[in-house]
Each structure stands twice: as C-alpha cells, then as structure tokens.
C-alpha cells in the first residue's frame, strides 16, 4: 500500500517542530527572505548560478535542521513529469531554440543541441530549488505565524483598500488544505483499491496513472467543497470578523536578528543577479 501513500510525499503545508534558527525567526522577515530568494531562482539563468542556488538551498535545509530525505521527499511525485516536460523540451526544441548552438545528438528529425540541454538541466535545477525554498519555509512555519505574518506585511496597503486580513486567510487555508486534500486522496484510493479497483502502477507511466485516478477526482472535488462549506459554517457559528477592528491574540515581535536574515536573503539576491556567471 506504499503507492497509495501520498501525504508522506508531501512537505509543503506541513509543519516540524524543530528548534532551529529559522524556526524562530519572525515569521514577516521569513516571508520577504523567501520571495527574496525565489526571485533569485527565478532570474538566475546560468548553470554555475543555479548550482550557488542549489547549495543556498542546501544551506537552508541545514539551518532549519531538516532532515534532507524528508525535505527532498516532495519531489518524487514530481520526477515522471519532470521526466516527461524534459524528453519533450529535448526532442521538439532543436534548433529553433538557438540556432547557433553545436548539435550534440541527432536522429532523423530529433536534434538536440547544447543550449536545449542546457535549458533542461536548468530547468530541473529551478523546479528543485523552488522545492527546497518553499519546503522549508512551511516546514519551519506555523500556520498562525503565517497568517500574522502575511497580514501584517499586507496591513500598510490597507489604505488602498487592500483587504490585508482576508488575503492572509484565503493564504493560510489554500496552503492548509494541501496535506488535508492528500490525505482525503489517499483514503480514497485506498477505499477504490479495496473494492478492486485498478489504482496505481509504475511510477513512470504516468499517463496511465493519471487515467486510472479520474475516478478519484469526482469525490475529492466533492469532499473538496463540503469541506469548505464545513469551514464557512463553523467560522459563522463563531460570529467570525475580519477586516478593520479586529485585533490578535499573538502580537509579532522582531529582533534584529530576524531582519538580518532579510538583509542575507537581499545581498544573495544581488550576488546572483549582478555575479558574472558564464553564460
């Protein structure tokens, strides 16, 4: 039943109680690190770049004393379209990309040149390194400390009538129900699975996978909505408010070490944006 087991496999919107540095950091100064830290993996292009960003990554995983197997676990529901979105970037690329590039590999009419290699590499590269990022962000965050967090970077745009409170929860719940969503899927592929349903399969046929698992994406939809109808109910049941008025139990308190994180995750930016890294 290790197939049907999806919620171990996924880390985003989980939380590990570890004593760590980034686990006390205030939860603003890890939100502006991490977008800070994902823009430098989105307009790093190079190889030479993408390989600092990967050890940053690495690097982060170390400072949140996350054990690296649990942090990297996410990825493998990933590797056959990874697989797959690079097979088909090498085959139906070719020349158009850089005409100007040395063909590596051809075969008839498959050409595979060195940028289009290139771009794959990179391209799987980023796909883990946003992993890693986002990964440890919620792995070393509670989901209150996020709400606060977000609300509060969000507070100062309120006089453009941003409505800061209500972003913040729309957020929290979107990133909260992810290993709830998993953990409804994998009890209902174990229920299908039990009557005799054919479920699972290799890990590389993918395609078949995904056909076997539509029957799976009716209830899950259904289960999906009666959830957030539960959800609606119980915070009106509440007498539940947001917006202007309301006040928080936790009030957030930084230190300066927090906002040296932030300052850490701007300089990396810099570095990776203005270093001359061979193209």
């Given at each position: 039943?290790?197939?049907?087991?999806?919620?171990?496999?996924?880390?985003?919107?989980?939380?590990?109680?570890?004593?760590?540095?980034?686990?006390?950091?205030?939860?603003?100064?890890?939100?502006?690190?991490?977008?800070?830290?994902?823009?430098?993996?989105?307009f790093?292009?190079?190889?030479?770049?993408?390989?600092?960003?990967?050890?940053?990554?690495?690097?982060?995983?170390?400072?949140?004393?996350?054990?690296?197997?649990?942090?990297?676990?996410?990825?493998?529901?990933?590797?056959?379209?990874?697989?797959?979105?690079?097979?088909?970037?090498?085959?139906?690329?070719?020349?158009?990309?850089?005409?100007?590039?040395?063909v590596?590999?051809?075969?008839?009419?498959?050409?595979?040149?060195g940028?289009?290699?290139?771009?794959?590499?990179?391209?799987?590269?980023?796909?883990?390194?946003?992993?890693?990022?986002?990964?440890?962000?919620?792995?070393?965050?509670?989901?209150?400390?996020?709400?606060l967090?977000i609300?509060?970077?969000l507070?100062?745009?309120?006089?453009?009538?941003?409505?800061?409170?209500?972003?913040?929860?729309?957020?929290?719940?979107?990133?909260?129900?992810?290993?709830t969503?998993?953990?409804?899927?994998?009890?209902?592929?174990?229920?299908?699975?039990?009557?005799?349903?054919?479920?699972?399969?290799?890990?590389?046929?993918f395609?078949?996978?995904?056909?076997?698992?539509?029957?799976?994406?009716?209830?899950?939809?259904?289960y999906?909505?009666?959830?957030?109808?539960?959800?609606?109910?119980a915070?009106?049941?509440?007498?539940?408010?947001?917006?202007?008025?309301?006040?928080?139990?936790?009030?957030?308190?930084?230190?300066?070490?927090?906002w040296?994180?932030?300052?850490?995750?701007?300089?990396?930016?810099?570095?990776?944006?203005?270093a001359?890294?061979?193209?």
């Open positions: 039943m290790n197939e049907f087991e999806l919620l171990r496999n996924i880390t985003i919107g989980q939380y590990l109680p570890v004593d760590s540095y980034l686990h006390r950091l205030d939860p603003r100064a890890k939100i502006l690190a991490a977008i800070l830290v994902i823009a430098a993996v989105t790093t292009p190079s190889l030479a770049g993408n390989a600092c960003l990967l050890a940053g990554g690495l690097a982060l995983v170390w400072l949140g004393r996350i054990p690296l197997a649990y942090a990297l676990r996410g990825l493998l529901p990933a590797v056959p379209i990874l697989v797959f979105l690079a097979v088909m970037q090498l085959v139906f690329f070719g020349r158009n990309y850089d005409p100007t590039s040395p590596v590999f051809q075969w008839r009419w498959i050409v595979v040149t940028a289009v290699l290139k771009l794959v590499v990179v391209s799987a590269a980023r796909f883990l390194e946003l992993l890693l990022v986002t990964s440890v962000f919620t792995l070393s965050t509670k989901t209150t400390d996020l709400t967090g609300e509060s970077l507070r100062p745009f309120q006089r453009l009538r941003v409505p800061a409170h209500e972003l913040a929860l729309v957020v929290t719940i979107a990133v909260r129900f992810v290993p969503l998993a953990l409804e899927a994998e009890r209902l592929m174990k229920a299908q699975a039990s009557r005799g349903a054919r479920l699972g399969g290799s890990r590389w046929r395609i078949s996978r995904v056909r076997r698992s539509l029957p799976i994406l009716v209830p899950l939809v259904t999906a909505l009666r959830r957030g109808e539960e959800l609606i109910v915070m009106e049941a509440r007498a539940y408010t947001g917006g202007a008025g309301r006040t928080a139990y936790t009030v957030l308190a930084s230190r300066p070490g927090d040296l994180a932030v300052g850490a995750a701007a300089v990396f930016l810099a570095a990776m944006l203005l001359p890294f061979p193209a």
